[in-house]
């Protein structure tokens, strides 16, 4: 008798240990004893084992310190508490089948190997679906590798405190077209990188005290939009790319060494709308765009505000085409960085320029359109774009000295730098999306120009004495 009661005994306790099938972790007992165990080894990586192509696997409250090959179609969510700890050693997650779905973990402490990439979650097959997960502590956060027509959505990326020389991306992308990466916070990484991916759309993230908020490099046919990029060296940077979008975005504040809010270098067929630039060492900084002339790189509907200096150029860029956008209040609104021109890029086409803060003239006949040309011809703002150690000088009497003697002696007087011939005496209503989550005085200004175009009150001087008329051509190439 008591051999039966000990027989029936072990099967009661076999039966609470494995629930009710291999996959199905979420019975009332499992959830208790993973509540009980504050370290879990070789949980999750069984049931993974055990299951079948297309099983869902639920894993309960607890920290289990594995690392996951995930080797089939499966689907694996975490409940809330669920967290995979990394032991700060290798990688955490490896997806290595197509159609898998990892959500709702936190995924935490990797190794911190650069040559060996340490990551996070690392994809190695297409269709996979990240979702909703928080990746803390990781050297490399979301790296997809060959992973077309994945998503990647919802997750908090964050990474290790490291120099940021020493950092990995927050998310990767390395052959992996027609992705979705949408609705992401990425803080304290290296870069989100896009490389030789196709057809990408990067929508609805955050990106914040990274090196490089986005970057492209050989990525074509990508959309960006309803971005935030705050506080990074570079917001974004397009490298090598055909067939950029880049809309509705906010880059606000990103002041490292270069300090670009949006950088485009040797990129062609690019559309740049709706944008707010805020902020910044450089609002845009243009080299090599577009790479051929056939098509113009186009500029419109975006406040440029507050920045050092709102667009720089190399010397050499041609064929970009600026509209409609508003340049409010930059130290410089537009540079030519060494001895060039803006010969071959235009500041209106038809009736139609851009609204510069610091026009001098004004509107009689009250159409929205300047009565004499915008010309940008500051001998300081000339000598600081040949030598610009001279930027310490700004704000000092030597820049008034240097501005008064340009106003004196027209000799010394530069050539314009550029020439809007249909400047707007009233900001554009610009549609920039969500506005920023922390805006400082500067950016609660924007958002108000940006959404309603009215929220700066601006006094014009009238001073036409020395202005030439507005010229009425078709053109607007400096």
Request: hydrophobic share 40%; glycine share 12%; charged share 25%.
């Amino acid at each position: 008798m008591r051999g039966h009661l000990a027989i029936l005994a072990a099967l009661a306790w076999a039966r609470v240990g494995l629930g009710q099938g291999p996959n199905d972790m979420s019975a009332p007992a499992a959830r208790a004893s993973a509540a009980q165990t504050d370290v879990n080894t070789g949980v999750i990586g069984s049931r993974i084992r055990s299951a079948s192509a297309g099983d869902t696997i639920r894993v309960p409250a607890g920290v289990y310190r594995e690392h996951l090959r995930i080797d089939k179609p499966l689907t694996l969510i975490g409940e809330p508490g669920a967290v995979l700890d990394g032991g700060g050693r290798g990688d955490i997650v490896e997806v290595a089948a197509p159609d898998v779905t990892l959500s709702g973990f936190v995924i935490r402490n990797t190794g911190i190997d650069l040559d060996h990439e340490n990551a996070g979650v690392r994809v190695m097959a297409p269709r996979a679906r990240i979702e909703n997960n928080t990746l803390d502590d990781t050297l490399f956060g979301i790296d997809l590798r060959d992973a077309s027509d994945s998503v990647v959505r919802g997750n908090r990326v964050g990474g290790k405190d490291l120099d940021v020389a020493r950092r990995g991306d927050g998310i990767r992308l390395w052959r992996s077209d027609r992705t979705l990466v949408e609705g992401n916070t990425i803080h304290d990484g290296r870069d989100a990188v896009l490389w030789y991916s196709k057809g990408i759309t990067v929508r609805g993230n955050t990106a914040e005290r990274c090196r490089y908020g986005f970057h492209l490099m050989y990525s074509d046919e990508v959309t960006l939009e309803d971005n935030e990029v705050v506080e990074n060296s570079v917001g974004i940077y397009l490298m090598y790319s055909t067939g950029i979008e880049v809309r509705r975005n906010r880059m606000i504040r990103n002041r490292g060494p270069s300090g670009y809010g949006l950088g485009l270098k040797e990129t062609d067929r690019f559309v740049v709308e709706n944008n707010l630039f805020v902020g910044n060492r450089a609002g845009i900084y243009l080299d090599g765009s577009p790479f051929s002339p056939r098509i113009p790189g186009v500029f419109a509907r975006n406040t440029i505000a507050y920045n050092d200096v709102g667009a720089v150029f190399l010397p050499a860029v041609r064929g970009n085409r600026f509209t409609l956008n508003n340049f409010v209040d930059n130290i410089e609104q537009v540079a030519v960085l060494g001895r060039g021109s803006l010969a071959g890029n235009e500041f209106w086409v038809g009736e139609t320029g851009n609204f510069w803060t610091d026009y001098q003239g004004y509107d009689q006949n009250r159409d929205g359109v300047g009565d004499f040309v915008h010309e940008s011809f500051t001998l300081f703002e000339n000598l600081v774009d040949r030598h610009p150690k001279l930027r310490l000088l700004l704000f000092s009497p030597a820049q008034q000295a240097i501005e008064f003697v340009g106003r004196a002696i027209p000799a010394v007087r530069p050539e314009p730098k550029f020439i809007d011939e249909v400047p707007l005496v009233r900001p554009v209503p610009v549609d920039a999306g969500r506005p920023a989550q922390r805006p400082d005085r500067a950016g609660l200004s924007l958002v108000a120009l940006a959404m309603g175009g009215g929220g700066l009150a601006l006094v014009f001087v009238a001073r036409p004495r020395g202005m030439a008329r507005r010229r009425r051509n078709n053109g607007g190439a400096a």
